[in-house]
């Protein structure tokens, strides 16, 4: 066994090797640019290396410096992570000519996944279904009838040089195959001058669905089930599940047996995922090889109880697996969440910036053994959350790397049990000063097709077409966060009428009855009449009843939660609940945000009579910046592509922003002439900092 590794990444896939490593006596290097000269990795490894400048091509992807880093440190082994250098080939081999074990496949495995075309014959050989398809052109709509009564209809018909939706039809019958032949055949000749036409399976409600796979080097190869990875969104996976809701134990079995062929034909050693599109009649192809370790690793090891980067590290070090395929265990339901750093209400945006508050929810996994942050690889027990981050509260989210702040993960005795502890463990994540994803997780975690298992790929599309807005997070009680916000406001004041040395005859009163406003924006607020009583401040108790128009509802809450705590945890009529709570906005330093299950409100919970003054001051507008170009989110101002003076057309190109290694390109909205540039070329910019200004 090795006594010193390298990880040759960042970020939460880098602590989570070294949690591994170090439960195995075996000491880490950390690598790191110098944006991450604080990084939790950093911290956490028993030494680290400089590598150079904070962009990617200067430091995590120069082969040479990490190499380098690895011989002057004595590692022994590299583990590459995901990303960066993980499915190099060149670095593979250099890694294993250099004399270090890679905690990887061998590099004749990366290169023969790593060709698409190599790929598909390999998996053609070695009797994985593949998408059938005739890839010769069709010369006539009766050859091309023929040809898709030997696929199998539906059948999707395409031009060789097609795009934007033109040179493409869908056919499920002869007649619709004739039709639709001619016309792809003449949108591709008018559309790009080239009217040849192929065709291929056309798969119905495609889910992507995963197997992973673990070899060894003596020719051992098992799968340790499947994870479902449908839910994305601009094909980037956000929620990950194992098993998945939708396919059989023989569709299971098959596309297993189909995966170890697959990586017994290229002699695959270390974890790896075979990738599939799965039909809504189970019918599955093959689409590629990860050659690495899965971001979404976690919910397989869940289900499994096995820690796949140990088994990496024994296969580099040459042990052979020593588990059979009858040995896999498949117990519960595990999810992860993708925690990004990106505002989903404006579209996704990157969010950059320091996290002024990290607060992660509580772990409770079992312990198989003694990791970091009451974190288990072995033994999760059916109420399990774990969270693997490489971030700390204080610390940065450089603009130089993806966005993802952590991986929340639960663990469950059924899917539902799943859903119902990913939702509550949502509710206690705290991140502050930066924004998150967490509402968009939230929205669809209560999505009924979601939470009946009825979903495909596209489901984000489906149903978030016009983006995502604050309406999109239902909440099955709304009234329950405006009684949070009034047993709030009553515990403080309780607090404030116990402050010794009060002014005789102006000491602070303890109301019963209250007026909640809550803001809807854009001016319009909205009023409920609040009555706390059988309040108990030593036993964090209070029942309150919230008045909607002539109904009444009731709360009986009880939580021993601090007035400075973020996260609440406690019971609303009997049952638990987990919010969060701050006093002051930025709008209303008076005001409550309180958020639940996805839904944020703002909330101000005045006396009765503060509450009619209230209503005769006036609502000041915000400010007018329509004759602004603001920055959409934090990052480096690449471009200026206007000039003062400038008459602009609505769609051209104004400016660009990198950030989160994306280009994010800024375009006018309508005619505009450029009065003035207010930034420079090079400028790190920050949130709705003002770029150019219109006349």
């Given at each position: ?14 602590c989570?090797?070294i ?8 000491k ?15 911290e ?71 060709d ?18 005739h ?16 696929i ?42 080239d ?14 669905i995963?197997i ?13 089930h499947e ?24 569709t ?22 075979v ?17 690495r ?24 070090a ?20 993708r ?35 009451g ?21 940065e ?24 502890k990913m ?61 949070l ?10 607090r404030?009428?116990g ?40 036993q ?16 009986r809450?009880?939580c021993?939660?601090r ?12 049952k ?22 996805g839904r ?5 919970v005045?006396s ?7 209503q ?26 206007v000039?003062?003076?400038?008459l ?5 190109r ?12 800024l ?26 200004r219109?006349?």
């Open positions: 066994m090795f006594d010193k590794i390298l990880i040759a990444n960042r970020g939460e896939i880098a989570r090797v949690k591994t490593a170090r439960k195995m006596g075996i880490t290097v950390a690598v790191y640019s110098e944006a991450d000269k604080d990084a939790r990795h950093v956490l490894a028993d030494e680290a290396v400089l590598l150079g400048p904070a962009p990617s091509r200067e430091s995590y992807l120069v082969a040479d410096k990490i190499i380098a880093a690895a011989r002057q440190t004595g590692a022994q082994a590299i583990h590459p992570g995901y990303g960066f250098l993980s499915e190099n080939e060149d670095f593979a081999r250099r890694v294993e000519e250099e004399g270090m074990a890679f905690i990887g496949p061998k590099h004749y495995s990366i290169a023969a996944m790593g698409k075309i190599a790929s598909k014959k390999l998996a053609n050989e070695a009797n994985v279904n593949t998408i059938p398809g890839n010769q052109p069709i010369l006539s709509p009766e050859e091309a009838v023929e040809i898709a009564k030997g199998g209809y539906p059948v999707m018909i395409k031009a060789s040089a097609g795009g934007g939706g033109k040179g493409l039809r869908v056919a499920f019958n002869d007649k619709e195959c004739f039709e639709g032949f001619s016309s792809c055949r003449n949108e591709a000749r008018n559309s790009f001058g009217d040849r036409v192929f065709m291929e399976k056309f798969v119905e409600e495609p889910r992507h995963e992973q796979v673990l070899g060894d080097s003596q020719g051992n190869v098992v799968y340790l994870r479902e990875c449908s839910i994305q969104r601009r094909h980037q996976k956000v929620i990950e599940e194992a098993p998945s809701p939708f396919i059989s134990d023989e299971r079995k098959a596309m297993g047996e189909q995966a170890v062929a697959l990586a017994k034909a290229v002699k695959y050693q270390s974890a790896g995922t990738e599939f599109v799965v039909g809504k009649d189970q019918s599955f192809y093959f689409l590629e090889m990860n050659t370790l899965q971001v979404e690793h976690p919910v397989t090891e869940c289900i499994t109880g096995l820690d796949l980067v140990e088994q990496m590290i024994r296969v580099a040459g042990e052979p697996l020593n588990l059979k395929q009858a040995d896999i265990r498949r117990e519960g339901w595990a999810i992860e969440c925690i990004n750093a990106e505002d989903p209400f404006r579209n996704f945006l990157p969010s950059t910036g320091r996290l002024v508050k990290y607060q992660p929810p509580v772990t409770n996994l079992e312990q198989g053994t003694n990791t970091l942050q974190e288990s690889y072995e033994g999760m027990n059916f109420g399990g959350v774990r969270v693997d981050t490489g971030v700390y509260e204080g610390g989210i450089p603009m130089f790397y993806d966005s993802m702040i952590a991986k929340l993960i639960v663990h469950g005795r059924d899917r539902k049990d799943a859903i119902a939702r509550e463990a949502l509710n206690g994540f705290v991140i502050r000063g930066i924004s998150s994803n967490i509402p968009f997780q939230s929205a669809l975690l209560t999505h009924p097709d979601f939470a009946t298992g009825n979903f495909n790929t596209g489901f984000i599309a489906q149903h978030y077409h016009g983006g995502f807005l604050a309406e999109d997070v239902p909440h099955d009680d709304p009234l329950f966060l405006v009684a916000a009034g047993f709030i406001r009553r515990k403080a004041r309780e404030a009428a402050i010794s040395g009060q002014l005789a005859g102006h000491e602070v009163k303890v109301e019963h009855d209250y007026v909640a406003v809550v803001n809807e924006g854009h001016g319009d607020f909205e009023r409920h009449a609040l009555h706390v009583y059988e309040f108990s401040g030593s964090g108790e209070a029942l309150i009843d919230v008045m909607d128009g002539p109904e009444k509802w009731s709360y809450i009880v021993q939660s007035l400075n705590d973020v996260r609440l945890s406690g019971t609303v009529n009997g638990p609940f987990t919010a969060q709570a701050e006093r002051g906005t930025a709008k209303n330093p008076l005001a409550y945000r309180i958020q639940h299950n944020a409100i703002e909330v101000t005045l009765p009579r503060a509450a009619e003054l209230q005769l001051m006036p609502y000041k507008a915000p400010p007018d910046t329509s004759k602004f170009l603001l920055s959409p989110m934090p990052g480096l101002l690449v471009q200026i592509a000039q003062p003076g400038q602009v057309q609505a769609g051209e104004l400016a660009v922003i990198e950030a989160m290694k994306m280009e994010n390109i375009v006018a909205e309508r005619d505009v002439k450029v009065a003035e540039v207010l930034a420079k070329t090079g400028e790190s910019l920050a949130v709705d900092q003002p770029i150019l219109f006349e």
